[in-house]
């Protein structure tokens, strides 16, 4: 039979059988090799768990840091609205004798007439940030003082008050004399506490920047559209002659 074999094996038949039979093997140990590795390859139902939870666990982390550059970006954004609303030499001159200015100016407008006003003093908030305040007393109605205070509230930069005190003012500004009877010494009276009728005194206070870093720029801010707003011009106001006025 083995002779029979060779014969077969010698003929170009039995070479094509043979040639087929050794590429199958080998095409069975590849199998073999390569598929044990492709199968141990494949992530079990167990891996697939854990990679779930892993990736879940990475999204939370995300999520938290996205939301802590957010609350860092808007205080960040607070702390510069806080330097471009302060008080700035650079803009706003020396706080020591602009800010009893401009105080004053304010109640001269009013035509009020303070009693006193201290001088301007300076205290540390951080390295960045001071307080100055000043001290102002005034004998008004209750009229002029509102009117004062709202006047002081639209002042640049912006001013708060420290402290304000308003106290009933009982003193009788008339006289009586033999003359003056008792229903004209009322009426005075009331219309004299109605003409001044508190003593006034507060501490006003304004914020200053005098930090090493430059003062940001204002956000721009987004109008519909998806387009940056930029900065509203207003028309030039006219020339005026020597004599004041306007020319066209």
Known sequence: MSVDLKKFFSTPKGQLIGALCALGVVW???LIYFGSEFLGGLPSTDS?????????????????????????LALREKYNEKIRSAWLESRHGMVETQLRQIISETAAKLELK?????????????????FAEIDIAMNATYEEVIKFIEA???????????RLDLRPDFR???????????????????????????MFNG????????GKAPVPQ????VVPGGKTGSPVKTAPLPAKDNKGTPQK
């Open 203 to 210: 501490v006003i206070r304004v914020i200053g920047y005098d």
């Open 218 to 221: 204002a956000a721009k801010k």
């Open 48 to 72: 697939l768990e854990d990679s779930k939870r892993e990736l879940k666990k990475q999204q939370r982390l995300l999520e938290k840091a996205l939301e802590e550059e957010r609350a860092y």
């Open 114 to 130: 303070p009693n006193s006003l201290g001088t301007v003093r300076t205290s540390r908030i951080n390295e960045d940030f001071y």
């Open 172 to 198: 009788r500004r008339f006289s009586m004399n033999n003359n003056t009877n008792l229903a004209a010494a009322r009426a005075a009276a009331v219309q004299d506490q109605n003409a001044v009728s508190v």
């Open 152 to 162: 002081v509230s639209h002042c640049e930069p912006k001013l708060s008050w420290r």
């Open 28 to 30: 069975l140990v590849l």
